[in-house]
């Protein structure tokens, strides 16, 4: 158990819907990462945040959003969902915002667009 | 642009024999590369970090080598065994420096260990 905890564990809905993924960091740690994962894509960052701020952003669609919040926890917002948003949606966390951090990945979140 | 690509999607060895991937990079300066584990359906774990001024790293039974010149890391599982099948990514420190921190991945090779 990485102490990085993702909800809800599945997640299936249709084209056009809205969701939200939840994710609370390990105690203490500082930086949120999301990432997602397909099998033609592999693990793609997506976006970091670190204390409320966002500090890095990858490939993140305009169609989805992220932000952190004061206690630290972290939701991933995803907006007219399309099929080929179906995949597995990681969120992580390190103590730090420094790159030689170990991050710690939580359990993740499977999305199903039908 | 910047490619990190793992020398195999899968890999098939003997119980008890070493296991040795590959992670080839180009178009990167990383200061530092990173292995993970990862079990089907589950969240990548933090195997071993290894810095460029670093030319390798031991934890247990595992190995990595980093080469900046050949722009390689080598990751080595010695006396392998079943337990051990599972995919491993490596990572690199994206572009970008300071708090700009974005951790590429590799799309990883799957380890199978044969009993």
């Known amino acids: 158990d990485s102490g990085v905890t993702q909800t809800p564990k599945h997640l299936i809905t249709a084209t056009g819907q809205r969701v939200t993924l939840r994710c609370s960091p390990r105690s203490g740690d500082l930086s949120v990462y999301w990432y997602q994962q397909s099998l033609d894509q592999g693990l793609q960052f997506l976006i970091q945040y670190y204390n409320g701020e966002e500090r890095a952003k990858g490939n993140i669609l305009e169609r989805f959003s992220a932000q952190q919040f004061p206690d630290l926890h972290s939701e991933l917002n995803l907006s007219s969902l399309e099929l080929g948003d179906s995949a597995l949606y990681f969120c992580a966390s390190s103590r730090t915002s420094g790159g030689f951090n170990e991050q710690f990945f939580g359990p993740g979140t499977r999305l199903t667009v039908l | 642009s910047q490619k990190i690509e793992q020398n195999s999607e899968a890999l098939n060895i003997q119980e008890g024999k070493t296991a040795t991937l590959t992670c080839n990079y180009t178009n990167y300066s990383p200061a530092y590369l990173q292995w993970y584990r990862q079990d089907p359906g589950r969240g990548p774990v933090f195997l071993l970090l290894?810095?460029?001024?670093?030319k390798e790293k031991r934890k247990e039974r595992l190995k990595v080598t980093f080469d900046t010149t050949l722009k390689q890391s080598l990751f080595h599982i010695t006396a392998s065994q079943p337990a051990d099948s599972a995919t491993y990514l490596c990572a690199l420190k994206g572009p970008g420096g300071g708090s700009n921190y974005k951790l590429t991945f590799g799309k990883g090779t799957l380890l199978t260990v044969n009993p």
């Open positions: 290894i810095r460029e001024n670093e």
